[in-house]
């Protein structure tokens, strides 16, 4: 069985009796040291300034992005996030790469809004223009899909044009089960919050997107083998879950409960520091699991009667691409200001986070 299965240990709730009167709230928390626990090397893709020029230019065309909302964007940084995340990447893939992420970003924005039925709306129009890149598109967003997409299938193989729309639509299905439970105000077990976190996260398209750049063609077989879809899952796991500690700070200022900190808060009744301490866990886990995951695949995988030398390359190369997403997310989240504003790089020193007060 793959290391990837993962077991995680339920912590103990707190025993102390009720207080008279219930504690002050923390007015900060401690992150975890994720970047010393990960030892891949950081690469920095070439065309970076570049494509991220250009992929802002195409974001803001024919928008109302105006005033903070257009400097938002550029704070985010999401030119260096692809340029850490595809360093190998073609000028020409690595603009279709930062287009999808500032795209990405944007949908995440939107859904923030959205009700059920206006997530729903979204996916028809955006997986329309993926499945019928043909058709007249009327809203911008399906022509902003129909554009990077008529650009991406000049190159990409079928197989990651194929996982790419799968992968999105599993991402529309989990973003209106959580627009829903925004709704309802209901804060999901740990086991489902897991499963559906995995597809929110928008990570698996982007795992796609390792392949289109690198100009991969995997077979099958290999892709859907248990040990390459473990690797896959480690590195989604670290990715979500360490975005949920970083991103905790500016989304429980606004009320949002769908974050692995509150939902370990409520099931675990663990105080804030210890549910942060406990996700934090899972990360290191998660980077261990694919350490182990990737020492072993080589073994595993020569067993199919597909793989070749030409094969073993390029697995090689996915594989090193989950790797780079998994340093690369981490570092961008304190070059970034999504989550920091402008003090990223003394919460990445000192790994303090001041909270911020809910907003009315």
Known sequence: MSSSSFQYASPAASSSSSPATAPAA??????????????????????????????KRWLFAGDNLTGKARDRYHGLKAGLLTSMCYPNAGAPQL?????????????????????????????DVVLNALYNPRMHQNKRVGRMTKDYWQRLIRTGAPGAQQRFIETFD???????????????????DLESYISLRRDTS???????????ANNLDIPEEVMEHPIVRALGEAANDLVTWSNDIFSY??????????????VVMEQYGLPLQDAVDFVGTLCKQSIDRFVADRAAAPFALSELDCWTPE???????????????????????????????KSGQDVKRNRVVQLLPRRA
């Open 26 to 55: 923390p007015s900060k928390i401690i992150l975890p040291d994720l970047v010393s626990h990960c030892t891949f090397p950081i690469r920095v893709n070439r065309h970076r300034a570049a494509a991220s020029s250009q992929s």
């Open 95 to 123: 603009r279709v790469c930062c287009d999808f992420m500032n795209y990405l970003f944007h949908l995440d924005n939107l859904s923030d809004d959205m009700d059920d039925s206006g997530t729903m709306a979204t996916a």
């Open 202 to 212: 928008g990570c698996k398209p982007c795992w796609a997107l390792i392949e289109y």
């Open 249 to 262: 700070n500016v989304e429980q200022s606004k009320g949002d409960t769908h974050n692995m900190i509150p």
């Open 170 to 188: 599993f991402f529309f299905q989990a973003v209106s089960v959580q627009a829903c439970d925004r709704a309802a105000g209901a804060t999901p």
């Open 311 to 341: 094969v073993a390359r390029q697995v090689d190369v996915y594989v090193s691409g989950l790797a780079d997403w998994i340093v690369g997310s981490l570092h961008w989240s304190f070059e970034s200001e999504r989550y920091f504003a």
